[in-house]
């Protein structure tokens, strides 16, 4: 079986089960991909996801379903996704061994 292209840490699972449970029924999942913008050029982007589109790398982990857009499986090989809560917010972060940059807000990198 060939590596999939992030990994889940638990808690990001977690946080993934528990925004699917309240998410609407024709949901299967979350979509990661990447677009540009932010202040090093790139930004990660999540949204539910109700099917799957052509060519999507579908990544199942610790119960829950990843789909990653195709014109982002390069940028996040490798990587993996958590979820940190802290006093004031809580966000997915991801640790991405391709980021030869990261922006000071964590919002967005380059590779």
Known sequence: MSEQVIKLSDNAAERIKEIMSKAEDK????????????CAGMSYV???????????????????KVLIDPKAIMYLLGTEMDYKTEKFSSQFIFKNPNETERCGCGESFKV
């Open 27 to 38: 949901t299967i999942g979350v979509r990661v991909g990447v677009k540009s913008g932010g």
């Open 46 to 64: 999540m949204e539910y996801a109700k099917d799957i589109k052509p060519n999507e790398e579908i990544v199942e982990d610790k119960g829950v």
